[in-house]
């Protein structure tokens, strides 16, 4: 709890921008980012593209993930366990937007975890704090973000 | 947005599915290799009905609606939201969002939405609310 732990997510790139943007079928980004390019100026990352980003790793070996499909850095406190994990929701704040081009550090760690009980049983909140820096230490982006960790039985939980 | 926002504005809801090639592209492009958002059988083991839009995706649409009603000139300053229910590929859902505050800032209006996805029932998926900062005084984009 309160350890930070530093990614080297790599140099951003254009490329990358766009295929996030594809995927949620934001074709006016893709127009407007090569276009950016093309004209030699700065491109700037869709605004959640960092967040949304589950991991920067290159990933373990498929026969070394989860049954789930999860990585064990993608399931923090809980490697080994027989546990589900899912998303609780997610707090996103934008200081500035990365550009194509910056190297990003992401630093993360685990802030709170608690033991709550509800309507089909007990289960575990951690929150997760991430952020998000450029070279020169300046925040582009952070997250708060909650996972709830479920007993393996229990099933029909949110996402 | 056709006119400058008022408290209490209620914005136009955005109706849309998520389609099974969508949720596995994006969870390609975001590194999210978690079975049940590509892999039905394995959704059905966990008692889902189809593969599970991933939350960070319900993100992303919060914010790209919520953008585009405020026009091209908006900047998100901030998102936050909670899933309370699981929405899953060829659901119809509905971006819906109501203006919660108008505030003058250094760089014109900050507007903060209160923003929801709704299942076809009617029941929210996912609450959250959207923060943007317009230029003041815009019109429609």
């Known amino acids: 709890m ?4 530093d990614e080297d997510c790599g140099t951003v790139t254009v490329k990358e921008f766009c295929r996030y943007a594809a995927a949620v079928d934001d074709v006016d980004y893709l127009r407007r980012a090569r276009a950016r390019e093309a004209a030699g100026e700065p491109v700037e990352a869709p605004p959640l593209f960092l967040a949304a980003t589950m991991s920067w790793e290159d990933g373990p070996a498929e026969e070394e993930l989860r049954p789930d499909g999860l990585a064990a850095r993608e399931s923090p406190c809980t490697q080994g366990l027989p546990v589900r994990l899912v998303h609780g ?5 934008l200081t500035r937007a990365p550009l194509a081009g910056t190297r990003v550090t992401a630093s993360r760690a685990l802030v709170s975890a608690e033991r709550k009980h509800g309507r089909s049983g007990d289960f575990v909140l ?3 704090t991430t952020r998000y820096t450029s070279p020169d230490g300046t925040e582009l982006t952070a997250v708060d973000e909650t996972v709830v960790v479920l007993d393996v039985l229990r099933k029909g939980a949110t996402t | 947005m056709n006119s400058p926002a008022a408290v209490g504005d209620v914005c136009p809801p955005r109706r849309y599915t998520h389609s099974r090639v969508q949720l596995f592209r994006f969870g390609a492009v975001s590194w999210n290799s978690h079975r049940i958002h590509y892999d039905a059988e394995f959704a059905a083991s966990e008692g889902f009905s189809d593969v599970v839009v991933q939350s960070t995706l319900h993100g992303q649409t919060l914010t790209r609606y919520a953008l585009e009603w405020a026009g091209s000139d908006a900047c998100l300053e901030s998102v936050s939201w909670r899933n309370v229910a699981t929405a899953v590929a060829g659901e119809p859902l509905t971006w819906s969002a109501t203006v919660r ?3 003058p800032c250094d760089s014109g209006v900050r507007v903060t939405l209160d923003v929801s996805v709704l299942r076809d029932v009617g029941a929210p998926c996912v609450t959250g609310h959207v923060d943007l900062t317009c230029r003041a005084a815009r019109t429609s984009p």
Do not use: F, I, K, Y
């Open chain 1, 2 to 5: 309160g350890r930070w732990e």
């Open chain 1, 89 to 93: 929701g997610q707090s996103v704040r």
């Open chain 1, 126 to 128: 951690l929150g997760l």
């Open chain 2, 101 to 103: 505050t108008v505030a």
